[in-house]
């Protein structure tokens, strides 16, 4: 089965609300990161959130690896924020190799 | 400081035919990736390389699929007889020992098998 679970596939909001992402993980893990993904762009890395709970501006972090999961929240949603956030984990390995999840589209409406 | 490139950005083949994707990493990156990011799914890890060694390449479907790293800089990624399931982006990252935890990714090759 799938290591790496997301949910909601999809999401549509409006301007302003608030968004929560969400990522279980079937595996024991060695730390996450969260990617942001516009159509057709880059990967860019939100958060390298091993544990806890990290900020940066409008965006929210928190993993707790011991119950395997991390969310992403998004405040104040703008429509900028549309595109695909991806979560990942790192193997426990050590090996630096990133297991992804199938993404939540995020579509935020004016 | 120029970023992960690669090249074609997008490319379009019949069934059987062959197809070459170079990747350029960030200048000093030691490790380089090859992912597959089929449609509306998560990348996944072909081929992984540190300096001109292949050191994964274990999801890499090796009847049709070559990755070289020669000089542990560039990399090529070349599909023999592609088949109309390896329609995807092939995106390819980078990164510096001591620093595995942050790849850089590049923008992506769109492939459309027909």
């Known amino acids: 089965g799938q290591q790496v679970q997301q949910s909601p596939t999809s999401l549509v909001l409006q301007e302003g609300e608030n968004a929560e992402l969400q990522c279980n993980f079937s595996t024991s893990l060695n730390s996450m990161q969260w990617f942001y993904q516009r159509p057709g762009g880059s990967l860019i890395s939100v958060f390298y959130n091993p544990s806890g709970t990290k900020q940066s501006g409008r965006l929210t972090s928190t993993t707790v690896i011991k119950e395997r999961r991390s969310s992403l929240h998004i405040s104040s949603s703008q429509i900028t924020d549309s595109g695909t956030y991806l979560c990942?984990?790192?193997?426990?390995?050590?090996?630096?190799?990133?297991?992804f999840g199938s993404g939540t589209q995020l579509t935020v409406m004016p | 400081e120029a970023g992960v490139t690669q090249s074609p950005r997008y490319a379009v083949l019949q069934e059987g035919q062959a197809v070459s994707f170079w990747c350029d990493p960030i200048s000093g990156h030691d490790t380089l990736y090859w992912y597959q990011q089929p449609r509306d799914q998560g990348p996944q890890l072909l081929v992984y390389?540190?300096?001109?060694?292949?050191?994964?390449n274990s999801q890499l479907p090796s009847d049709r699929f070559s990755a070289v790293r020669p000089k542990g800089t560039n990399s090529t990624l070349k599909i023999q007889s592609a088949k109309q399931g390896d329609t995807a982006t092939y995106l390819c990252?980078?990164?510096?020992?001591?620093?595995?935890?942050?790849?850089?990714f590049g923008p992506g090759t769109r492939l459309l098998v027909l």
């Open positions: 390389f540190r300096d001109e060694a292949v050191i994964d």
């Open positions: 990252a980078s990164s510096f020992e001591g620093q595995q935890d942050t790849q850089y």
């Open positions: 990942a984990m790192d193997l426990s390995s050590g090996s630096w190799q990133l297991i």
